[in-house]
Each structure stands twice: as structure tokens, then as C-alpha cells.
């Protein structure tokens, strides 16, 4: 059976009860990448990140769109030096002294150019290692009341992608494909979703947030 997000959690509030519910040292981190890490995976294991990765954060935001709720990715240019041309969360690099909350906050408002003060933080989620870009990845969730007002950066963002978390819950939408990286072969699996295939890191944060909620992705392999 299909999940229905909306008859399971009705209102905003309810997701937001079930977000304030997280315990940032018991999140079900371990389960939920590995069933969405392309295989085989090398230079990753679950909790392990590389000392000299660079820390960057992205923001995982959602809102009600039509009264169902959603949640809000992005198509990254095609003229980006890295994962160019990928869906992604609004994210980048820290700078200076940032915190990670600051980071995502800010990379939001660059990127899809969402004001800091309608997002209600509620937390991070599991630091995920990128080995293909050396990344030590940060998701910080986050919350708008109403569908945020998007202006999306054409120097950094092809198109905006909202997501109805129901799209992703539904097992039917969750496949494994094959792709090629460096002469390796790999199986990915990923959500096709908005006429997009969604793998690799946000693929795997998004397994983590489907949990989180209760609606787990089935195992796809």
C-alpha cells in the first residue's frame, strides 16, 4: 500500500512534533544510508569521516504545499565544478567561522533565496562523508509554515524540484540503476522523482528524514 503522508500525519504541526521527537544521538543513521549508498562504496563506512574532508552544510526544508507536505530539492547547473547537473539539497561550503546552521541558512537564501526568518530550525541530522568530492556533508532540517517564496539563482540552480514526501515514501518511485564513475561500475539505487533521479548523498539523507518520520524506504536491492 501506498503511504499517505498526509492522512498518517494531517497538519505541519504534526510532522514538526515527530522532528522535535529526533535524539541527534540515536538517529537510525546506519540503516537508512546503507540502504541508499550506491554499491559497492569505497572509502566509506557508516559514522567514518575523514579528517581532512571539508565540512559543507545543506538544508532540508519542508512545508505544505496544497495541504500535503513537501520537501524542497534542487537540479544543480550544469556549469558547477562539482556534482554539476545533480539534485541536491540547498547547501555549500562553511565560510570563516560559520556554524553549520549558518552555513545551510545562508546557501538556502543564495541558492533558492528563502529569507532565514521563515525557516524553523529543528535540528541536524547524521554527517554523511562524500568521498567522490571529499566531503563531510551536514543536514540541518528545517520547517516553513507556508510554501516559502523560491528564487532560484540561475547561476547555480537549473531547476527547483517540490517534492511531496508521499512521491517519496511510495516504494514504487524507489530503483536501482547502474552508473559508471572513473571505469568502475556501480549500482545506485535512487528516487525518480519530478522526472528527476534522485542518488548518491541526498538519496541517502533522504532515507535518514523518511525514517525519522516513520515511513522508512523499503529495501530496494
Known amino acids: 500500500m501506498i503511504p499517505t503522508v498526509a492522512a498518517e500525519f494531517g497538519t505541519l504541526y504534526q510532522i514538526e512534533t515527530k522532528l522535535r521527537q529526533m535524539n541527534p544521538k540515536h538517529l537510525p543513521s546506519d540503516t537508512a544510508h546503507q540502504l541508499l549508498a550506491p554499491r559497492p562504496r569505497h572509502g566509506w563506512q557508516p559514522g567514518q569521516t575523514p579528517t581532512a574532508a571539508r565540512s559543507?552544510?545543506?538544508?532540508?526544508?519542508?512545508?505544505?504545499l496544497q495541504r500535503t507536505p513537501h520537501i524542497l530539492l534542487t537540479v544543480r547547473s550544469s556549469h558547477l565544478t562539482t556534482h554539476a547537473g545533480q539534485v541536491s539539497f540547498p547547501g555549500g561550503v562553511l565560510e570563516n567561522s560559520e556554524t553549520i546552521t549558518d552555513a545551510a541558512l545562508r546557501e538556502a537564501f543564495e541558492?533558492?533565496?528563502?529569507?532565514?526568518?521563515?525557516?524553523?530550525?529543528?535540528?541536524?541530522?547524521?554527517?554523511?562523508?562524500?568521498?567522490?568530492?571529499?566531503f563531510a556533508l551536514h543536514p540541518i532540517i528545517g520547517i516553513c509554515k507556508s510554501r516559502p517564496d523560491l528564487q532560484p539563482a540561475k547561476n547555480e540552480v537549473d531547476r527547483v524540484l517540490q517534492v511531496p514526501i508521499g512521491e517519496l515514501a511510495n516504494p514504487q518511485n524507489l530503483h536501482v540503476g547502474v552508473r559508471w564513475r572513473a571505469n568502475k561500475t556501480y549500482a545506485v539505487p535512487f528516487f525518480e522523482v519530478c522526472n528527476e533521479r534522485v542518488w548518491g548523498a541526498t538519496a541517502m539523507v533522504l532515507a535518514e528524514v523518511l525514517t525519522v518520520l516513520g515511513l522508512p524506504p523499503n529495501d530496494p536491492w
Open 111 to 134: 541558492e533558492v533565496g528563502i529569507s532565514q526568518k521563515t525557516i524553523r530550525v529543528m535540528g541536524p541530522l547524521t554527517t554523511l562523508y562524500v568521498p567522490a568530492s571529499n
Open 56 to 64: 559543507a552544510a545543506v538544508l532540508v526544508l519542508l512545508y505544505p
